[in-house]
Each structure stands twice: as structure tokens, then as C-alpha cells.
């Protein structure tokens, strides 16, 4: 029988799909996968290429083919949380290397998924607009985090004393929102959102039977008003954060 021989770390995790569904499950497969002969990272490649062919199947026109798209991004969703339980079962979790390997493998996934599903609403309906609505989110999806990282980084580089500052800290605890005090708005949108392929799985299973809505005698197909609606909220959430990112790095 394969034991832990490392303890699972304290979950800061406010999804609530991931932490009461998707872990759960995670921890009883990981010793599976383990017996299987996968290791951490074997388990990181998989995921990785079940998620980028659920993201290309997403410019699919047919809405099975996009169906069974979701299922795989569903899969890489659940092997994102399965790679690090495998890690603990084998004793090497915490190495800063496979940590890195697996949000390569878990970034490039949610990069493409947007991408491609912006494609499958310019296939659709003819028009450019969903097309620059996914790469809009191909391209932006985490770049003021990025940004508000980097920069903290960079000051921790030319000014080591930067870490005794109290500020310091709250810059970085308020870059990963983990309790409402820390940000409000984001804490409950990953609560009630996250993540962000659970929107689109309804959005699919919802274009199944509803391919299109007619507005004043014309048609629109539903999987370009999604990504229309899904982008303008993206985008107030992108400026609200890179003002919010601001404020809090606005210290000496």
C-alpha cells in the first residue's frame, strides 16, 4: 500500500469546485496514478497535452467536438491538482523546479483555451470580434499579477531591506487573494466563479440546445455573445486589478 511520506501543505484555496470536489478526488487517484509508474511530472505532461487538445477543439463549429473539448480542459483542471499529490506520495514535493514545471504546464493550457475558443466564435459567425476577444484573453489573462510580481521581485533585488517592510508583505499576501480582507471582489470571484472552464462548460452545454438567439430579426450565435460578455467583464476585472495593483505598490 503507497503511503504519504509528505504531508499535504495548509490549503489557502478559496475555489470552492477545487478545494470540496476536484482535491478530494485528486488525493484517492493519486495512488493510482502511482502504482501506474507516473510521476509528478509525468502527470504535468499529460496535463498539459489533454489541455491544449480541449483548448483547440474549442474552435471546432460542432458543439460535441467543443464538448468533448471541455472535458479534456475538465481533465487537465483535474490533473493540475492530481501532479502535486503524486509529488507528495513520491516525497518530492516542494522543489522549486517541478513547481515551476507545473504552472508551465497548467498556464499554457488556459492561455490556448481562450485563444481557441475566440476562433470557434469567428468560424461560427464570420465576424472578427470573438477572435480579438480571445486573444485579448490569451494575451492578458495574467499579465497584471505578472507585473505586480515582477515588480516586487525587482525591488527585493536592488533593495534586500525592501523585506523587513511590513508593506512588502501586504503586496504580496494581496497579489494572491486567499481571505475578503485581502480584496473582496476577487475572493468571491473565485469563490463563486473559478475556474474559469466551469463557466464554460454551461456556455457549451447551454449552445447545445440554444445555438443561437435572435435580437430584433437577426441571429447571433451564442458562443460569440459569451466571449463578447465574458471580455467586457474581463476587461473592467483587468483594469480593476491593475489599479488596485497600483495602490498597493505605492510604497517607498
Known sequence: MIAETQKSPPIFDNSLYR??????????TAPLLVKAGLTENGVCWIKLGTGLAGAVLLANRDIVLCLIGIACLQLNFFLDAAD???ARIRGSAGKLSGEFFDKLTDHLPKTAMYFFWGIGGWRISGSMVPMYC?????????YPRFCAVE???ERLDKMPEVYRKA????AIAASFVTAKNRGKADYWLTVLVHPAVNLLTLLFILEAVIPAVEIGQQDYSLRSMGILAFTL???WNFLR?????FKQLDFD
Do not use: D, M, S
Open 19 to 28: 478545494r470540496l470536489i476536484i482535491r478530494p478526488i485528486a488525493r484517492k
Open 84 to 86: 502535486g499529490e503524486v
Open 134 to 142: 480571445g486573444a485579448f484573453f490569451a494575451v492578458w489573462n495574467i
Open 151 to 153: 515588480t516586487l521581485l
Open 167 to 170: 508593506e512588502f508583505h501586504q
Open 233 to 235: 467583464a474581463g476587461i
Open 241 to 245: 486589478k491593475c489599479v488596485r495593483y
